[in-house]
């Protein structure tokens, strides 16, 4: 059993990532299931774990793409998306391409009254590619004076 994300980024190596379960077998009575998931990214045909694997940059963007689908999934009518420094690590390609894809979660929830994102960054291009979409109406930047 697998569950395929929807690509969200561009990296060189992979295609897509996917989460993937096995149920174990064995004495396991049917009532009580368990599962064993693990993070894959394809190329072409080839599905590799991502444990070991991959760099600091893959595992950033593996937990986004994660995080993202999960709140996209389960939380369509939750008002709040939050992202705490969501491009650390991330190079230029993959800040842009993540910007785009917090665009587009923001028109698909721009009929939602109650949607929010908010970005907790240091990052001020990530902040500009943001705002210079039509779907973002406000950001506000935040700092501490000397008192």
């Known amino acids: 059993m697998y569950v395929p994300l929807f690509t969200l980024f561009i990296i060189s190596d992979i295609e897509t990532i ?7 077998d064995g004495s396991v009575m049917k009532a009580r299931r368990n599962y064993n998931y693990r993070v894959v990214m394809i190329r072409g045909d080839t599905a590799l774990d991502m444990r070991g694997r991959c760099s600091a940059g893959q595992k950033v963007l593996a937990s986004l793409i994660i995080r993202l689908a ?55 291009d ?22």
């Open 18 to 24: 996917e989460i993937r379960s096995d149920e174990e």
């Open 70 to 124: 999960l709140a996209e999934t389960f939380c369509l009518n939750c008002g709040i998306l939050a992202l705490d420094e969501p491009t650390t690590n991330l190079d230029r390609e993959n800040i842009e391409s993540l910007a785009y894809a917090l665009v587009e979660i923001i028109k698909s929830r721009a009929q939602q009254r109650n949607f929010q994102l908010v970005v907790i960054t240091h990052d001020e």
């Open 126 to 147: 990530f902040v500009d590619l943001l705002g210079r979409s039509d779907y973002v109406d406000a950001f506000f930047k935040v700092s501490k004076d000397q008192k």
